[in-house]
């Protein structure tokens, strides 16, 4: 049976949580577990640094979580409006500061490209699809907090959690070009969870990761003079990311 990419990534996003807690019950056993095994030469060398720094690299996946308005169910246009994925990228620095050998905070400013899509599905016949992409382009601020599994070998598993700041900075010159377009506001806060893995080489670390974000606020800006507006109420923004982190 042939699975896509696209079906992975979309169990991924409906079974974040279990993962996230599997990966935390894994970080504790292998907490009990590590000191009967060595440690590696690597990871002693690191130890001892209260702090470092580095790259993230992310590959991401984003939509909205929609929110049907009232005037949804009298409108006579749409059937339907629902977000869809949509593929996005992002480049970030790392700022990590250790709390004894076990925890970490983190703070990670960066920029990230992102599109998300609206699909109206419509009652009229020759035109059924009505799409509306949203590009976006945001100087993200997260700040998180990590706790480590005890080292094996030159390797510990992580999981973390906080919260981001996002600003798109592209908001006001999109708003300006297409007045038909929905309006979302251009500050956006989200909590984060994450979870990976940390390997120790000799000169730098490397954390691949898989995060997930989800909006605390709507990014809707009520707007009644559309149409296509007038059938929404709430739109929360959802993403999953594959970051690989470079620290040293």
């Known amino acids: 049976m042939y699975i896509s990419f696209t079906d992975i990534w979309n169990m991924l996003s409906i079974h974040w949580r279990k993962i996230i807690c599997g990966l935390g019950l894994i970080c504790i056993c292998l907490s009990a ?130 919260l981001k700041y996002s600003f798109d900075v592209s908001n006001n010159s999109r708003t300006r070009q297409a007045k038909s377009l929905i309006k979302i506001t251009p500050h956006d806060f989200a909590a984060e969870v994450g979870a990976g893995i940390q390997i120790f080489f000799e000169y730098f670390i490397f954390s691949p990761e898989i995060r997930f974000s989800h909006g605390i606020s709507s990014s809707y800006i009520q707007n009644r003079e559309l149409e296509r507006a007038n059938v929404l109420d709430k739109l929360i923004s959802r993403s999953i990311s594959i970051t690989l982190n470079f620290e040293g």
Do not use: M
């Not at 130890?47 to 006579?76: C, M, Q, V």
């Not at 996005?88 to 490209?113: A, T, W």
């Not at 601020?141 to 094996?152: E, G, L, M, N």
């Open 33 to 162: 577990n590590a000191q009967l095994h060595k440690i590696g030469a690597n990871f002693q060398n690191f130890s001892t640094k209260p702090y470092y720094f580095g790259l993230g690299f992310a590959y991401s996946n984003s939509n909205f979580k929609i929110k049907h308005s009232s005037e949804f169910i009298r409108n006579d246009t749409f059937l339907v409006a629902e977000g869809i994925n949509s593929p996005g990228f992002s480049v970030n620095l790392i700022g990590n500061l250790k709390f004894g050998q076990d925890f970490d905070f983190r703070v990670l400013p960066g920029f990230s490209f992102t599109d998300r899509t609206i699909i109206y599905r419509t009652k009229a016949g020759n035109r059924p699809l009505i799409d509306e992409r949203i590009e976006s382009v945001f100087v993200n601020i997260p700040f998180q907090f990590r706790y480590k599994s005890q080292p094996y070998k030159n390797k510990r598993l992580f999981v973390s959690g906080g």
